[in-house]
């Protein structure tokens, strides 16, 4: 492979990734579950400590959790929360606008008017259902981990997305999963040192999904870069 092929192989599977929130129920071979993680896990890690661990959900397991979360879920039980804090206790500008924008634009095309609840809480829920994948990934860490493992963890994480998209695959990463964390370690059974990271969607993407269409702006070079001579 030349470096113009390797280039443009590289730059398609970034620029095509994006969060998918509808799926087809088309399975996965196991075999190439294996490949993305596997590839996935030559991820840069701190004297190599690969502090990932991966929970991988087909079939009646899948099932199982869906069902035990959605049900907290619906019935609104108390006393679920993260056990850490992905976004800021308090929003700021720019990131203000950024999360509002990305979510009037999917509500947008879902046709969910602004105070429209019920039809929020649904769309909330398909999370809970990997949004229809026939594959659901729950990823975890040891908590004794410092920042640098979590700095580690979101490199696997990408490449795992990555990984996905050059097999023609797709992905949606997912926090909605963290409020239920302890459902989640009771089925999965996870051991006390275990916490939870995330979640992720994988499968092929619905085609015919209007929400899949929705393509994230993402901030021009000035907003985050400062070139240094």
């Given at each position: 492979m030349t470096p113009e092929t390797l280039q443009a192989a590289v730059d398609a599977a970034m620029a095509g990734r994006h969060a998918v929130?509808?799926?087809l129920p088309?399975?996965?071979?196991?075999?190439t579950i294996a490949e993305i993680l596997g590839i996935a896990a030559r991820a840069p890690s701190g004297t190599n400590l690969q502090p990932w661990r991966v929970h991988v959900l087909t079939g009646a397991t899948r099932q199982t959790l869906v069902d035990a979360v959605c049900?907290?879920?619906?019935?609104?039980e108390p006393g679920h929360q993260a056990e850490y804090n992905y976004y800021p206790a308090e929003f700021f500008e720019p990131y203000l606008a950024r999360r509002r924008k990305i979510g009037w634009d999917l509500y947008g095309l879902l046709g969910i008017r602004k105070g429209d609840a019920e039809r929020m809480k649904a769309q909330m829920r398909?999370?809970?259902?990997?949004?229809?994948?026939?594959?659901?990934?729950?990823?975890?860490?040891?908590?004794r981990m410092g920042q640098g493992g979590w700095l580690d963890y979101g490199m696997f994480l990408q490449n795992v997305m990555l990984a996905a998209r050059?097999?023609?695959?797709?992905?949606?990463?997912?926090?909605?999963?963290l409020d239920y964390h302890r459902i989640i370690a009771d089925v999965l059974g996870f051991g006390p040192r275990e916490q939870l990271v995330c979640g992720m969607s994988l499968g092929h993407a619905d085609p015919a999904a209007i929400e899949n269409s929705l393509q994230t702006e993402r901030a021009g070079l000035a907003e985050f870069v400062v070139f240094h001579e």
């Open positions: 929130r509808a799926f088309t399975a996965i071979p196991r075999e049900a907290a879920y619906d019935a609104a398909r999370n809970l259902e990997f949004f229809g994948a026939p594959v659901g990934l729950i990823f975890s860490i040891d908590r050059a097999r023609g695959l797709d992905t949606c990463p997912q926090v909605a999963w």
